[in-house]
């Protein structure tokens, strides 16, 4: 406890030089920093004496210390005073991501930034963009600080080894952290396509060219809607999977050519009739028949994040409406270009196929948890200046 409590002491004396009180204590000599921590320890110690005591509240000193106490037993003080960050704030949660997840990048810039519309770009030195996601403002913090976010997606064809998120906005790089991207294997298979399905393919349609750009514009459209903050619920109850996120897909058409393809999503092997349910609250952007993808739902969950459902044989919501977790959307099939009853289930954030199995593992935005990581990395920061401060003192 003794610890704990002398901990804290130094820790808040810490946060006097911090934030708005930093360039007054730049402009203070060393030796006087030296002394005032000095003071404020033996002041600690002298408290701490006090209040293990009897815990008999009996003069202003005693007051003071039962106050103290007081205050030491509520949490950490409170994560969103931005007047404790050091600026500007640039955070990728996810350091090592794997083919297919999903990546939060958090953005405050420093107050004498000027350039607007960020972007969070995923690349590799040298190389072209991979990935990108466009900053829309989370939330704001007491203070009134806009913080922002932008999620993005390592494709699941993308080689193992080290990559780069580049913040740009209009007038160039604005930062840059390196992640790495962890090997992941995925599941080959050939399907063969009868005379129907590789026409559904191959044929050359205006139909379909025009679904696939409505389709495109929609997934790559991100808007300013935020939904959901919790983790996303498989569409059906079966688990009962025909195909994986990933899979590299070889279809072997009717006239002996073939093409290969990657999975965007998970293939529940579910019965015609069975029902689909929205997997987090959203909005319907889309209800309505493709000829690839057959009786379609799309979902807007959070800014650039969607959710689709293909191959229903009923449709049971309208473009527009609002979804809960658990809204029946329609009934499954096989409209479309499929071998059979099945639920393809995606997932596309900034336009880019991602694993829903990491959609269902966490949320992509959790405030508590990002406002807890920028305080701790400020209170690193601080931390690091003090002991630089007392180790040139030392000498
Ligand atoms: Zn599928």
New binding site residues.
Partial sequence: MTQTFLARTIASCFMIFSGPGRAFAARLKRKTIVMLVLAVLSAGGLLFCTASGAGQASGPADQAATDQAAADSGEAPDPADDSLWELPVFMVLQEHPRPGEPITVIYVPAESQNDTDFRAVLTRSGERPISRGVFFEYFRTQGGRPVSAALLTVPSTLDSGEALIHIEGQTGIAGSRRVTVEPRDFVSETIPLNESNTAIRTVPDPQKTREAELLWSIITHTGVDIYTEEPFSAPVSSTRR??FFGDRRIYAYSDGRSESSV?????YGVPTGTDVLACAPGKTVLAAFRIVTGNTVIIEHLPGVYSLY??MDRLLVEEGSLTERGTLLGQSGSTGL?TGP?L???IRVSGENTDPDMMMLRPLLDKDFILSKINSEARAVDSQEARNSYQTEGR
């Fill in positions: 025909t195909s999975h965007a999503g998970i293939d293909y191959h499929a099945h393809h289930w995606e």
